[in-house]
Structures are given as C-alpha cells and as structure tokens.
C-alpha cells in the first residue's frame, strides 16, 4: 500500500473486514508493507493497520517479491509512476481517482499497465454503494424502461480555507473540484446510464489564489439518447458529502443521495392513484452485497463501500469474476479522465465538444 492517511485508513479498514465478513473471502489478504514518506507517521500506520512492514520508498514496494497486488492511494501526481512500476513488476493494481491527473496521462496509466497482463482496477467506490448496485439491475433488467435524463451532482464545502492541502495544487492534483468529485458523478452516469459522446460545460474558481477549479457545471448526451446534468463543487455550503444523483426513464425513476447511504428513491409509473416516490431501505437479503453483512435494516457506511470493491478486486485475482463492468477498470479511468479534459476544453473553447476516445491500438 501506497499511502496512509485518509484512503490508507479507508483501504486497511477493508482489507482487514474482507478477511471475516465476506467469509469465505476470495482470497484472503496478508498486509505485507506500506510506504509513505514522513517514518514516524508511516510506522504507526503499519503498526495500526496491521502490515508486516513499512518504507519510506514505494520503490521497496515495488521490487518485493512477497507482493502480489499494489494499492495505490497516494495524492494524484504520486499515481502514475508507481503503478505502472508495479504492474511491470507484475503486481495486480488498485489506484485511487482520478487515474491521471488529465486525460493523457491515465491513457499512459492504462496502456503501460494494460500491456503486463496484471488486473487493474480504478478506485470509483461509490459503484459498490448496494443502492447503487440495486439501481444498476434494475436498469441492467429494464425497470426504467427507456432512460431520458440524468441528473448527478457532488457537493461538498470544506474548500473555502487557505489551509495548504495539496488538492489546491494543480501540479500535486491537476484539477480541483473536476478530478476530486466530478469525475466521480462522470463515472457513475457512465456505470448506470452509458457512455458519454458528448458534453458541455466550464469551470469556476471563486477562492483567490486558488491554482484549481472550484466548481463545475456541464451538459451532457449519452450514446444511448439520454441528456442530463453534472455538477460539482467544494463549495456548496450545508453539503458535507452530498452525491446525489436521480435517472428518469419511460417507465419510472430513481433518487439517491449519498448522506443516505442505504435508501434508494424509486418511482414506478404504474398507474397507482396513490403513486410517489418509495423509500427502499437497501438492506434486504436479497440485495446486492447483503450477504456479507446483517440481518435487514441493520444498515452499513461509506467505509463498507470498500469492503465490497476490495473484495471484488480480489475475487477477480483469484479467477472468479472480471473486474468489468462492475467494477472500474484503468479504461474507465482513462474514460473519466477524457470526459473531464472535455469539460475543461468546452469551457475554454465556449462550445460543446464531442467525445473522442482512443483505445490501445490508435
Ligand atoms: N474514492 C474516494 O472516495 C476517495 C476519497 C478521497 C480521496 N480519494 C483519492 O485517494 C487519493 C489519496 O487521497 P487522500 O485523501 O487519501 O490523501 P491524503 O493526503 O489523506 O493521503 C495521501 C497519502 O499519500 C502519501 N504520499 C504522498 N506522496 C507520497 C510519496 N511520494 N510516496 C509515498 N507516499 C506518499 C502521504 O504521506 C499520505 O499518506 C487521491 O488520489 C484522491 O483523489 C478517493
């Protein structure tokens, strides 16, 4: 593991749960090392979580032979390097979003690591969100009938402060709000709506000196016909971690808003006079990822999120499952990546830009 603050605490969490929840776990995983740079806070870490050992050299991590995945959850400028290392070295790979800081470098992410072989997975969690696992079968079985609109937006607002964090950085982050939460509503209208073909839209900083964007607003068209909306911000005062996003097909539509985890809105067009949106409580047996935690209603939390993709991740290592199309690829990646670049040029150029996306080949 790469990285121990924030999503080395949410990473270890799950690595250490897999190993009792999900019983019996596809592979069962032994913490071996974690780097980071500061020796006494990276030391603690391995002592906390639970690795055997700890580096102040991800270089040590990658020339390890006691190790076969790498999970990399270093700041974004940290992403590349690393990973493609590890994968020639022939570790399976997890890294955190955005892949790349921009468009170009997650294609040489996913390229580079595509051409060893290693499984490789882009950290969007919020795709293992039971709810949002339950929306997708139900679009996967035609519930919805015929989508029309999406409409996803990420708030939060904690960035009105002149703290020093390197998400404030360009070099450090590459982008702000965009790559920080945009890319995760772009992933998520891809993973239930479809691809992306085309998009407008344009950044905003509001904070002075601020070297990133604070805020993004943009249009979409999805291959498949739909239109819909994707919004993002540091700065929506009240929204601590608010990704709500709501679909609306020929047959029905669905709500959800991360700060209720567990609850998916749906509205069916049945014809009911008493008809309105229903609240489901996601937590029945039946539902997806349930069997691995407690009896209904017994609800669970974000850091869950990870219990879930992690365990896929090495469900799809030990040969059981593939890492698409639930989980998110270094394609994926590279495609949230490209449809962000897009956002940014739209704005630059002041018009609605197509969507070109290179594959390995061109
Ligand atoms: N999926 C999600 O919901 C989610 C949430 C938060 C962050 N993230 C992503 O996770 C990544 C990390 O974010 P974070 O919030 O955990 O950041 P953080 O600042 O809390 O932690 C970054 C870690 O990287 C380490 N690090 C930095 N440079 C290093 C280097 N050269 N070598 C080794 N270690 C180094 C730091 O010591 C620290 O432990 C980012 O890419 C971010 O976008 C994803």
Known sequence: MLGYAFMGKAHSNAFRKIGYMTWPPPLTPRLVAIAGRNEEAVSEAA????????????????????????????????????????????????????????????????????ATGVKHMCAFNYRFV???????????????????????????????????????????????ALGDLAAHVVDLARYLVGEIEAIGGFLRTFVPGREVDDAVEATVEFEGGAVGTIEATRLALGRRNAFQ??????????????????????????????????????????????????????IIGWGDTFVHELHHFLAAIAGTTEVAPHGATFEDGYRAAEVCDAIVRSGERERRERIDYRTLTS
């Open 47 to 114: 002592r906390r979580y639970g690795f055997e050992r700890w580096t102040k050299q991800w270089e040590d991590l990658v020339a390890d032979p006691e190790i076969g995945l790498f999970d990399n959850l270093g700041p974004n400028d940290v992403h590349a390097a690393p990973t493609i290392a590890a994968a020639e070295s022939g570790k399976h790979v997890v890294c955190e979003k955005p892949l790349g800081r921009d468009a170009d470098e997650s294609y040489e992410i996913w390229s580079r690591v595509a």
């Open 245 to 298: 996003w709501e679909i609306n097909g020929t047959q029905g539509s669905l709500y959800f808003d991360m700060e209720r985890l567990n609850e998916l809105q749906v509205f069916r067009a049945d014809g009911d006079r008493a008809r309105g949106f229903k609240t489901v409580l996601v937590s029945e047996a039946d539902h997806p990822f349930w069997e691995h935690w407690w009896p209904p209603g017994h």
């Open 130 to 176: 039971p709810a949002v696992r339950l929306a997708r079968e139900m679009i996967d079985a035609g519930e919805l009938g015929e989508l029309r609109h999406f409409r996803g937006r990420y708030l939060q607002d904690w960035g009105d402060t002149t703290e020093e964090v390197w998400r404030f950085e360009r070099g450090a982050a590459g982008s702000g």
